[in-house]
């Protein structure tokens, strides 16, 4: 996926109120962006650290940017969480999740049962495939971990998930690791172990985790490879 205007350096002051963060641009004026991560963003959100913001250009807006990346440490991590949808569907229609190949129509935002919706339904010539997007943006002693905050709603997903596949379709929930520095994937369970009891119970009963590794920069992020889950 890659960025439509070019992204603008700047240094973090505060991230507040979860969905707003003040950014001290180059030219020393002060910013607020628009923040749609709505987790803890544990490790992500120091002030002082490097972002990377992107103008908006959606007419009537109040806030005219949005915060795109952090620098946590040597590394760049994605923190829109409105990107990960579009990763992976735009992933699977070239090929590189090569797990979820094999469908003619993708849906998106897709209604299983009242109040609960799924991200995508793949459809092919086998039947549904129900896929639930997760971003991931904590890194735990080298492992990616989900999720940064309790989860209710995470833990619902799965669920419904769980109901899927027992109905004999295909389910799978995909973690878009939107940094490069992790080797493999694991359940958050010191922070949400609720989630952590339910992803177990779900892998145990035929939903798919895939947890995917991406590359991001200023100019674009881009799924990569699958990593390793431990559980």
Same mark, same amino acid.
């Given at each position: 996926?890659?960025?439509?205007?070019?992204?603008?350096?700047?240094?973090?002051?505060?991230?507040?109120?979860?969905?707003?963060a003040?950014?001290?641009?180059s030219?020393?004026?002060?910013?607020?962006?628009?923040?749609?991560?709505?987790?803890?963003?544990?490790?992500?959100?120091?002030?002082?650290?490097?972002?990377?913001?992107?103008?908006?250009?959606?007419?009537g807006?109040?806030?005219?940017?949005?915060?795109?990346?952090?620098?946590?440490?040597?590394?760049?991590?994605?923190?829109?969480?409105?990107?990960?949808?579009?990763?992976?569907?735009?992933? %699977?229609?070239? *090929?590189v999740?090569?797990?979820?190949?094999?469908?003619?129509?993708?849906?998106? $935002? =897709? @209604?299983? /049962?009242?109040?609960?919706?799924l991200?995508?339904?793949?459809?092919?010539?086998?039947?549904?495939?129900?896929?639930?997007?997760?971003?991931?943006?904590?890194?735990?002693?080298?492992?990616?971990?989900?999720?940064?905050?309790?989860?209710?709603?995470?833990?619902?997903?799965?669920?419904?998930?769980?109901?899927?596949?027992?109905?004999?379709?295909?389910?799978?929930?995909?973690?878009?690791?939107?940094?490069?520095?992790?080797?493999?994937?694991?359940?958050?369970?010191?922070?949400?172990?609720?989630?952590?009891?339910?992803?177990?119970?779900? %892998?145990?009963? *035929?939903?798919?985790?895939?947890?995917?590794?991406?590359?991001?920069?200023?100019? $674009? =992020? @881009?799924? /990569?490879?699958?990593?390793?889950?431990?559980?």
């Open positions: 996926m890659r960025f439509p205007d070019r992204l603008i350096r700047g240094t973090l002051i505060q991230r507040y109120k979860r969905f707003l003040d950014v001290r641009l030219d020393g004026r002060i910013i607020t962006a628009h923040c749609t991560n709505t987790g803890s963003m544990m490790g992500c959100n120091r002030p002082g650290s490097t972002v990377y913001i992107s103008p908006c250009t959606k007419e807006r109040r806030l005219l940017f949005t915060w795109e990346i952090v620098k946590v440490g040597r590394t760049w991590v994605g923190i829109n969480t409105l990107h990960p949808n579009r990763m992976v569907a735009e992933s %699977i229609e070239k *090929g999740i090569r797990e979820l190949q094999g469908y003619h129509t993708i849906r998106r $935002e =897709v @209604v299983t /049962t009242q109040g609960t919706r991200d995508l339904r793949l459809e092919g010539s086998a039947g549904f495939c129900f896929v639930e997007v997760k971003n991931v943006t904590l890194a735990i002693d080298g492992a990616a971990a989900f999720p940064d905050a309790v989860s209710e709603r995470g833990t619902k997903h799965l669920k419904e998930l769980m109901r899927l596949r027992k109905k004999g379709h295909r389910a799978a929930v995909v973690f878009v690791i939107q940094r490069s520095d992790c080797s493999y994937f694991r359940p958050a369970d010191e922070i949400d172990s609720e989630y952590g009891r339910w992803l177990r119970r779900a %892998i145990k009963a *035929g939903v798919e985790a895939l947890p995917y590794r991406a590359r991001v920069t200023a100019k $674009e =992020v @881009v799924l /990569t490879e699958r990593i390793a889950t431990k559980l």
